[in-house]
């Protein structure tokens, strides 16, 4: 079965996420660690997890995957915004426990001038401090546009910050497809010359998780906008051909589709399935 959800907001706790997620013919689904701008994250209630894990396990849900806020930049020049990330990553990363061998998603971070080779340092440094030898959650850096100073919009970027990595078996990798495709890689045209490279730079045993967006803009555009399943320059095709790779298939797919409400991804997960199966 493709395990497939899209992006959701657990401000009303674990199980009413996951019963929003079945709902819309998801069997997964992605959340914000806490406000996608930085603040607090919420006490965790032990009532609602116990309710969540028994509505997981019925429902097949054996796939959760937290998102860091886009605030977070381990690459910044600036002391106290690093400050910031290393304090979220401190407090984020033993409350992912409490729903353990689970996956949390990060922006890379962009170097702001300093330099690729200096933020790349950086982000590596803030893992090494973040990472804990008895921690059950894998840490996924994820594939860039290559916007601005952005890093990770090359394969590269990520495997030189795993390289220096410490902990190297709790780091994995998400594959955004608008990004990627923003990025150069022609996952419409040469999926496997795609997939190829990555192997060979990064290695498919770190990739972990896949973000399934069209996007706005044609390949190498540097932009990041997403799109809705087939109405962007990726395609239907293409993106549907992504989730029944044979490498592929069995990952957790996540939309971050624009959508004006939340049937929009019901229809997107149910077309994707179908095409699965077919
Ligand atoms: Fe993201
Ligand atoms: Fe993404
Ligand atoms: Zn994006």
Redesign the pocket.
């Known amino acids: 079965m493709l395990t497939i959800g899209c992006h959701l907001s657990i401000s009303k706790g674990y199980a009413a996420i996951a019963k929003e997620a079945v709902g819309l013919g998801a069997n997964t689904f992605q959340f914000f660690s806490r406000n996608p701008r930085g603040g607090r994250a919420k006490a965790i209630d032990p009532e609602d997890l116990e309710a969540f894990r028994a509505y997981a396990r019925e429902q097949g849900i054996s796939r959760i995957l937290a998102h860091a806020p886009y605030t977070l930049n381990p690459a910044s020049a600036t002391e106290k915004t690093r400050d910031f990330a290393r304090s979220v990553l401190a407090e984020d990363l033993p409350r992912m426990e409490h729903t353990p061998h689970q996956l949390y998603n990060m922006h890379p971070g962009c170097h702001v001038g300093q330099g690729v080779e200096a933020g790349v340092e950086l982000i590596a440094a803030a893992l090494n401090e973040a990472l804990r030898p008895e921690q059950t959650t894998t840490l996924l850096l994820e594939t860039m546009?290559g916007k601005g100073s952005e890093i990770g919009g090359r394969f590269e970027e990520l495997a030189a910050i795993i390289e220096r990595v410490e902990l190297q078996e709790k780091v994995g990798v998400c594959l955004?497809t608008?990004?990627v495709w923003d990025a150069g890689y022609d996952i419409a045209g040469n999926l496997d010359g795609v997939l190829k490279e990555f192997d060979r730079v990064i290695g498919l045993d770190r990739l972990r998780a896949i973000?399934l967006?069209d996007s706005l803009n044609p390949c190498g555009a540097h932009k990041?906008?997403?799109a809705r399943i087939g109405e962007g320059h990726i395609g239907f095709a293409a993106l549907s051909a992504v989730t029944r790779h044979p490498l592929l298939r069995d990952l957790p797919f996540y939309l971050?589709t624009p959508q004006d409400d939340l049937s929009g991804y019901a229809d997107e997960i149910a077309r994707l399935r179908s095409a699965w199966s077919e």
């Open positions: 546009a955004d608008c990004h973000h967006n990041d906008r997403h971050e």
